[in-house]
């Protein structure tokens, strides 16, 4: 589902601006992976990175066969009870200007716009930062 997702935003935007983890990141212990199955089939994925006083919220994606089910929603509930479980109080993301349902989906969550954070670009015209507190 990694490639498919990749697969889905690398037309979207430019090399510079396609901030992907491979596989290898996503299984270093700071790393949390969920995913949402049917049976054997998994339909929706996403997980989030521990920095030292975040959660940095990474690859969610739905198949497109499951979109409309509220699993992304679940993801990241999901994601947000692992952050404050490893005592992270504050979540943030980037995601990208050409994703109005990931905006969307975030803004309605609490989610709010911010500044660019670690080693992101802060004058990339295609991300959207955002980030929001996590109640205890």
């Known amino acids: 589902m990694v490639e498919e997702l990749d697969a889905y935003l690398v037309p979207l935007y430019p090399a510079e601006s396609n901030h992907l983890l491979d596989i290898e990141t996503l299984r270093q212990p ?16 996403g997980g989030c990175w521990l920095h030292g006083d975040y959660a940095e919220v990474k690859r969610i994606y739905v198949t ?12 990241m509930q999901r994601i947000e009870d692992e952050a404050r ?52």
């Open 30 to 45: 700071e790393m949390r992976f969920f995913a949402a199955r049917r049976g054997e089939e998994v339909l929706a994925i």
């Open 85 to 136: 479980g490893c005592g992270r109080m504050i979540a943030r993301l980037e995601t990208g200007i050409h994703q109005p349902e990931s905006l969307g989906l975030y803004r309605r969550l609490g989610y709010v716009d911010r500044g660019a954070f670690g080693d992101y670009p802060a004058d990339d015209p295609n991300s959207v930062f955002m980030e929001k507190v996590l109640s205890a």
């Open 64 to 75: 497109p066969a499951a979109r409309g089910l509220g699993l992304a929603k679940r993801i």
